[in-house]
């Protein structure tokens, strides 16, 4: 069904630039006699763009993963309360982002800080081509601005990094070896009604990793408070330990691509790829130099743009699309 459904997307993309297109030649012919005016024609011209780039867009995720839902990690940087306040605004900016595309958001760990906002928090999303979109946003953002946190009124530079990976399915098999794992269980902290504090719902995943390319060993740890009922978060820390080990297996493969395509192409995950500068009202990109002056529609969830751009500059997609 999944199969079926992702298919009919791809038709019904199809059949609506047909029927733009023709309403295009025909709004042309109207023109020729003054029967529509040329701002009408203009109309059409960039309803078919739109239609186009969209389907073209989807065309540059043709990898496995890109199909899948996405985890989204956030964590502030040094800097307290200032990097934990640019946190919570990420935060609110990705799930604004989910919402006006039409995901669905849940948050697996919630961390606040010390004084204000977030030390991390992790959101688990689900919807079409989730994790092929949202991969654009894996590195750190900055922050510059005039910090309402200090009382002599100065510019401030904050830092959060963002890591963004696939959501596995029952589709992806992935080894997970039990003698590898422990359990711990907590009390939950934060909003979440009387028995979230009094019951040790919330659990926390240690598994002993060994890289299988180069030997190197170390700890995942894993957080989930989602719900109050112990088994189910358990079931939730394995999706998202699922999830890391698929990421690992994916930027390997990446990293082993990189070595025979270099100089086509370069992808850094932990890189400084945005700045958001409040005072100039400056959003900008570094990897594709895309840059906008609507900071306040940013950071309301209005990204498209930034992730159409890296998608056209860094996408593996075939040369023969549309």
Request: aromatic share 10%.
């Amino acid at each position: 069904m999944k199969k079926i459904k992702d298919l009919k997307k791809w038709v019904e993309g199809y059949e609506a630039i047909r029927q733009a297109t023709e309403e295009l030649t025909l709004a042309f012919d109207f023109y020729k006699e003054s029967i529509v005016s040329e701002e009408e024609v203009d109309a059409a011209y960039t309803h078919v763009t739109e239609l186009l780039e969209a389907i073209e867009m989807r065309n540059m995720l043709s990898s496995e993963e890109d199909n899948l839902g996405a985890v989204l990690k956030i964590v502030s940087g040094a800097g307290g309360t200032e990097s934990q306040d640019w946190a919570s605004m990420l935060l609110r900016m990705y799930q604004r982002y989910c919402e006006r595309v039409g995901y669905k958001w849940t948050i697996e760990n919630y961390q606040e800080g010390d004084e204000a906002g977030i030390k991390t928090a992790s959101l688990r999303i689900e919807g079409d081509m989730a994790y092929g979109y949202l991969k654009s946003e894996n590195g750190v953002h900055r922050l510059v601005r005039v910090s309402p946190y200090n009382a002599q009124g100065k510019r401030m530079t904050s830092f959060s990094s963002v890591f963004v990976v696939p959501l596995v399915d029952d589709t992806i098999e992935v080894h997970v070896d039990p003698a590898c794992l422990t359990w711990e269980t907590f009390r939950s902290g934060g909003a979440g009604g009387q028995n979230v504090n009094k019951v040790e719902s919330g659990v926390r995943l240690r598994y002993q990793y060994k890289d299988p390319y180069t030997g190197q060993e170390e700890e995942i740890l894993i957080e989930n408070t989602e719900t109050r009922d112990q088994p189910k978060n358990k079931e939730n820390a394995m999706r998202l330990l699922r999830s890391q080990l698929y990421d690992r297996e994916l930027q390997h493969r990446l990293a082993e691509k990189a070595k025979i395509e270099a100089g086509k192409k370069k992808i850094e995950w932990g890189s400084q790829i945005r700045s958001y500068v409040f005072d100039d009202r400056r959003v900008k990109d570094h990897r594709t130099n895309y840059q906008t002056s609507d900071v306040q529609g940013v950071m309301d969830g209005d990204i498209d743009e930034f992730i159409k751009q890296y998608l056209m500059t860094f996408s593996d997609a075939p040369s023969n699309t549309l």
